[in-house]
């Protein structure tokens, strides 16, 4: 059990981080491996997947059961709220190399591929006959001819999901400051049924770019940076669904007072940036 002294915490050792990064590393390789062609890599991705979530079911419970025991003091809060606040700073990060990619590609690439500019000299012996724009799928079609997802179908209702969560995530928090236990509960309810409604629509728009655009991993630069910006962004809703789904459950059971209710201001910090960062998804990948 871990101890806290005056104003210093003590945590007890913990195997949890440990399982956390085999967890997240076994996933990296197993989709690497399946993007490869191992067939085998997809039920390691699988298994990885359970190991993730059996970790932050562990870890949360052992989380809980420390707060509401009282071992967590002023000193634990201010700790907990710079891990998650350098933790959203990586995630930034994270996604930020990825738009990264996706502007090079689009805007500083293709210009050269077409002779444009003080590198486009390069595309006389790189690839003379390139002559299309963006969205290119490789020199000869490599990847196949597709179709991009248009932005005012499913991303776009989409959009207005995430952003109605925002606001009634909000709404829950407000409900929690002002005691107001109702409030918080419908909140919550309401902002776990829109994530998890996010999830099920890209599951559905993957299965329709797959089946009739011929949307592909395969398709070029940009049917790989289309899935792995939404994809990741789609993992990170779910994980934010069912951690939502937790403050839920501990809502329900009594827990939080309005000035000691860290857990939710974390998740609410995490779903916000995941809205914020789906804005950006939404005009950079489908709009634009």
Do not use: C
């Amino acid at each position: 059990m871990a101890h806290a002294h005056g104003e210093y915490y003590q945590p007890q050792p913990s195997y949890w981080p440990l399982i956390a990064s085999f967890a997240l590393f076994s996933m990296a390789a197993s989709f690497t491996a399946y993007l490869n062609g191992v067939e085998i890599g997809k039920y390691l991705l699988i298994a990885a997947i359970g190991v993730l979530f059996f970790m932050m079911y562990g870890w949360f419970r052992e989380v809980i059961r420390e707060s509401e025991a009282g071992l967590y003091n002023e000193q634990v809060d201010r700790s907990f709220r710079w891990g998650m606040i350098w933790f959203i700073i990586s995630e930034i990060f994270f996604f930020a190399a990825f738009f990264g990619a996706l502007y090079y590609t689009r805007d500083l690439t293709l210009p050269w591929l077409l002779g444009e500019g003080a590198k486009g000299v390069a595309h006389t012996f790189l690839w003379p006959e390139f002559t299309e724009v963006w969205p290119t799928n490789g020199p000869q079609s490599v990847g196949g001819e597709f179709e991009t997802m248009a932005a005012w179908g499913i991303p776009a209702i989409n959009t207005l999901i995430l952003l109605t969560s925002g606001v009634t995530v909000t709404w829950a928090h407000w409900g929690l400051k002002k005691d107001n236990r109702q409030q918080l509960i419908i909140g919550l309810f309401l902002t776990v049924a829109l994530g998890f409604t996010f999830v099920g629509l890209q599951i559905y728009e993957y299965g329709h770019a797959m089946d009739e655009l011929n949307l592909r991993f395969s398709s070029g630069i940009y049917g790989s940076l289309f899935y792995m910006l939404t994809g990741f962004h789609g993992f990170h809703v779910t994980v934010g669904s069912i951690m939502l789904l937790v403050v839920l459950f501990r809502s329900l059971a009594g827990h939080f007072t309005p000035k000691h209710h860290f857990a939710f201001e974390g998740v609410a910090w995490y779903w916000h940036f995941v809205d914020v960062v789906w804005l950006g998804l939404f005009i950079f990948v489908y709009w634009l």
